[in-house]
């Protein structure tokens, strides 16, 4: 397989960047008056996530340095960045072996006994500075080979049994499995699931353990038992790209996306707002002059609007605010789902905004030609048709490129800058970090060039 991709992987044990100011993800003017995130000036620490000596250098051919691991099977591209940025990415080949309780075995390793493989790429968008994607980028993968591991002999099973340990208590128990429908495929989903839910736990410990602050988003691919499976905590963006098709392969995870699942959250347990927020959303913030007046409405329970007469109650700052990119949380944060923020508060407050966030990616299964990854700042002024254009027109003119797929990932980096022939918008460019993966999914199970 081959990837373009940019944004390096912090190697274990080495230091932490000084979080910086919150990026495009954490708004700087939460509600009432302007003030910045809690602790995003907070000195910096060492956080260890990975202990395990898991760095094959590879060789970069656009630049000759040695590369961490999750280079990739391409060239790494960084566009004149710094580093020590939110934006970070990993990919590798995936070896699952059986479980032998007390063995400490390396996740990236020739895997001379593995008795599955596959391939992971991974992109991370932190906001209110690298930590939590440092940590992710180091920690994810690990995590889902242990949930993987766990249940490596129902994946190779023709059904997976209701006992791990072949054992049958009931001679139905296979009939019920095949009831529920429970095939392969769902014990890797699963896998995914608590993969994330564990890679947040480690977060919050590891954050706070070193005293820093901050989140991240998680776009994650697993190519597994040919089979593609897309996890998405957050608003980076996945897309397929067939020849005569475009696909998205992720769902995107803003306040205004997850508007209802929040508001019954804050309607079951109104503690959380601590008085400080309404639930209720109105088409824009209510004034003093609206008091007694009938105004437009949702609730929790409504995808339609109603009209309810406005009470002082409602005159307190929303909990979701804003518009499309603008959308916040608790007038802070422009995404719902994503690893990490376990310490985020309402600053001047001891609001929490965990209680709210959820770690749980969305999963799509897919079996099919060429995959584009991307955190926002390349859908930000790039649409997927612009995107996919984009793929049509490179890859038929550089077949015999062996780093072509880099290549159409630098071009596709470049077109948010102005330094190619642009399809955005005249005089739009983006200022937001931006990484991308271009998988081919074609070379599946096979070797090639790139490999």
Known sequence: MSAGWFRRRFLPGEPLPAPRPPGPHASPVPYRRPRFLRGSSSSPGAADASRRPDSRPV??????????????????????????????????????????????EEWLTLCPEEFLTGHYWALFDGHGGPAAAILAANTLHSCLRRQLEAVVEGLVATQPPMHLNGRCICPSDPQFVEEKGIRAEDLVIGALESAFQECDEVIGRELEASGQMGGCTALVAVSLQGKLYMANAGDSRAILVRRDEIRPLSFEFTPETERQRIQQLAFVYPELLAGEFTRLEFPRRLKGDDLGQKVLFRDHHMSGWSYKR?????????????QGRQARLLGTLAVSRGLGDHQLRVLDTNIQLKPFLLSVPQLELQEDDVVVMATDGLWDVLSNEQVAWLVRSFLPGNQEDPHRFSKLAQMLIHSTQGKEDSLTEEGQVSYDDVSVFVIPLHSQGQESSDH
């Open 59 to 104: 060789r970069s051919p656009a630049r000759g340095r040695t590369l961490p691991w999750n280079a990739g099977y391409a060239e790494i591209i960084n566009a004149e960045k710094s580093e020590f940025n939110e934006d970070q990415a990993a990919c590798g080949k995936l070896c699952i072996r059986r479980c032998e309780f007390g063995a400490e």
């Open 310 to 322: 406005v009470e002082k109650s409602d005159l307190k700052y929303p909990l979701i605010h804003g």
